[in-house]
């Protein structure tokens, strides 16, 4: 396993040299102009802050799975949908506020109902999805509720697909946040999408208030003794199956706000849409560590920027045409050269150690 991470970094390292420095041939034979990148300054900028404003999403949607997979030890896998339950359905909000024009005349109080409807549609899903399918199986063995939650997410994508449409739904415009914001730099200026700002923001903010909560407050103290041993926490009066519960409104709020935000960013909605978000959220926190709350963070923002300058950085110096449509491929190396060097992710596993 170490030759084939080797091996991947090595060539990454040649891919990279032949993207920074095209001509380091006749560079180091002491001939040529010296070495100019085939990416502007610029776009490497581009590349970046949109890799931020993507990680940004993919951290919120992972904090739905490293919260269930602290507490219950498992991997939910169709909290993509319950992603995607909350932006389809933001779209039938949005669209009614924009024909009455509340996103041009009020756009702060429209994007809040967005974001509400989208957040509670999602927390639904997500608190049905534990009631319903997760909860009779709590006992049982892991593979059990893993492909349950497989089964849930077939079913709710089919669902939704029959509820709302097969079809891809445009999302309205926000005329507030068309256009960009152009930021002076020592490079020059550097333009920012309204959009991409709004999103990096606003997944921050969020994330900074998890943690908080987590960290500081009654309840979160509570999901971090289940977290560590669920019989012994009911054994101090913890009500294990509220907690639980709680820890699902999370998730799904949180899915819910980011199912909001990717599709003010990518301006369309649809059934499936969740399935690549999801299994790129997932990786985000492998990536970081399963379980932890920062790790899921740091992983999804780590994912989102390596996968915006990656197929640049690493296949264009390597002659590869088109190479940004290879990205889910450098973000699943990723996943495969971290887990190499590091198993437990960039931050470790956080998981309770049982003592006979």
Excluded at 161 to 179: D, M, N, Q, R, W
Excluded at 187 to 193: D, K, S, T, Y
Excluded at 313 to 323: E, H, R, S, T, V
Aim: charged content about 10%; glycine content about 12%; aromatic content about 10%.
């Amino acid at each position: 396993m170490w030759a084939i991470g080797l091996a991947i970094v090595l060539l990454m390292i040649r891919g990279a040299v032949g993207t920074l420095c095209p001509g380091w041939h006749d560079v180091l034979g002491g001939a040529g102009a010296p070495c100019e990148s085939r990416v502007t300054t610029a776009h490497w900028i581009d590349f970046v802050i949109f890799g931020l404003a993507q990680g940004s999403l993919y951290a919120l949607i992972a904090l739905g799975y490293t919260l269930v997979y602290g507490i219950l030890r498992m991997i939910n896998f169709a909290h993509g949908e319950v992603f995607m339950s909350g932006a389809f359905t933001s779209y039938f909000v949005a669209q009614p506020l924009y024909d009455a024009g509340v996103l041009a005349n009020e756009p702060a109080l429209g994007l809040l109902i967005i974001l509400a409807g989208g957040a509670l549609t999602s927390t639904v899903i997500a608190v049905l999805l534990e009631r319903i399918a997760y909860r009779p199986l709590r006992r049982a063995p892991r593979l059990v509720p893993l492909i349950t939650a497989i089964g849930a997410s077939l079913f709710l994508q089919q669902a939704f697909s029959g509820l709302y449409g097969s079809g891809v739904k445009t999302y309205p415009a926000i005329p507030v946040l068309e256009g960009k914001w152009e930021v002076q730099t020592a490079i020059g200026p550097v333009a920012i999408l309204k959009t991409q700002v709004v999103v990096i923001v606003a997944a921050v903010v969020f994330m900074v208030l998890l943690y908080a909560f987590v960290q500081f407050t009654k309840t979160g103290r509570a999901m971090r003794a289940v977290a560590e041993d669920k019989d012994t926490a009911a054994l101090m009066g913890i009500d294990v199956d509220a907690i639980i519960v709680r820890t699902f409104v999370i998730g799904g709020s949180l899915a819910g706000a980011a199912g909001v935000l990717y599709a003010v960013l990518n301006k369309q909605v649809q059934f499936y849409m969740g399935f690549f978000p999801g299994l790129k959220a997932f990786t985000a926190a492998v990536l970081g560590g399963i379980g932890n709350i920062p790790g899921a963070m740091l992983g999804g923002l780590f994912l989102g920027v390596f996968e915006s300058i990656g197929p640049n950085l690493f296949l264009d110096g390597l002659g590869i045409p088109a190479p940004y449509q290879l990205k889910d491929a450098i973000a699943f190396t990723l996943l495969v050269l971290i887990l190499i060097f590091r198993p437990t992710g960039i931050l470790g596993e956080l998981l309770a150690e049982k003592k006979a």
